[in-house]
Nanobody, 126 residues
């Protein structure tokens, strides 16, 4: 499975942005999906996850109530809606895919993911 993120860019604090993760070479409906981010000089950190059905979602405390993860399985695409962005959200954002089970613990462990995109840069600045 190949994953390609898009939608990143430069936005002002308080604005909204929607990232997309499109898959090819496989069916995303079989995978639980995660979003991670990595800021310069920092480790990659968990942002959000969504189960393969789309029923269950999970968010890092730092983005809860601001970010929303969703998916459109027929379109083989996963989304990360980012609202009220902050300077601290500046990072390269990656989507990743992994097989079952859906697990909060597994969601947050990057080593549990089998496939990764190349990342898309999000910069929040006035």
């Amino acid at each position: 499975v190949q994953l390609v993120e898009s939608g990143g860019g430069l936005v002002q604090p308080g604005a909204s942005l929607r990232l997309s993760c499109a898959a090819s070479g496989g069916t995303l409906s079989s995978y639980n999906m995660g979003w991670f981010r990595q800021a310069p000089g920092k480790e990659r950190e968990f942002v959000a996850a969504i189960s393969y059905t789309g029923v269950n979602t999970d968010y890092a405390d730092s983005v809860k109530d601001r970010f929303t993860c969703s998916r459109d399985n027929p379109k083989n695409t996963v989304y990360l809606q980012m609202d009220r962005v902050q300077a601290e959200d500046t990072a390269v954002y990656y989507c990743a895919a992994r097989g079952p089970p859906y697990s909060r613990t597994y969601n947050r462990d990057p080593q549990k993911y089998d496939y990764w995109g190349q990342g898309t840069q999000v910069t929040v600045s006035s």
